[in-house]
């Protein structure tokens, strides 16, 4: 059974900084591309930053590069780890964050939408001013 499971969210002052966890488990999940999304309340859903399935390459929306680094780390009892060091946080990085894959993320650079996706329940971070 395929689990995303995102943790580390919480209420924080603008210009702090926040991990976010995402324990994938139910496949191989080393094989796959993987990426982190937000949405915030009447906004749509927005793509945050995604890892290749090597972690040689990342990717990052133009609105939190210089300030989010996404990595992923090897796995733990099958459980895969990738994480979302966000720093320097200001007020529009509230949302509810989201780790994701796909399987059209198979051996890929990026995260491909389509196919069986998989989403987590998400983790909330709320930055204040």
């Known amino acids: 059974q395929v689990q995303l499971v995102e943790s580390g969210g919480n209420s924080v002052q603008a210009g702090a900084s926040l991990r976010l966890s995402c324990a994938a488990s139910?496949?191989?999940?080393?094989?796959?591309?993987m990426a982190w999304f937000r949405q915030a309340p009447v906004k749509e859903r927005e793509f945050v930053a995604d890892?290749?399935?090597?972690?040689?390459?990342?990717?990052?929306?133009a609105s939190v590069k210089g300030r989010f680094t996404i990595s992923r780390d090897n796995p733990n009892m099958d459980v895969y780890p990738v994480y979302l060091q966000m720093n320097s946080l200001k007020p529009e990085d509230s949302a509810t964050y989201y780790c994701?894959?796909?399987?059209?993320?198979?051996?890929?650079?990026?995260?491909?939408?389509?196919?069986?996706?998989?989403w987590g329940q998400g983790t909330q971070v709320t930055v204040s001013s």
């Open positions: 994701a894959t796909s399987s059209r993320s198979y051996y890929q650079t990026k995260y491909r939408a389509g196919g069986n996706e998989f």
């Open positions: 890892i290749s399935w090597n972690g040689y390459t990342t990717n990052y929306a």
């Open positions: 139910g496949r191989t999940f080393s094989d796959y591309a």
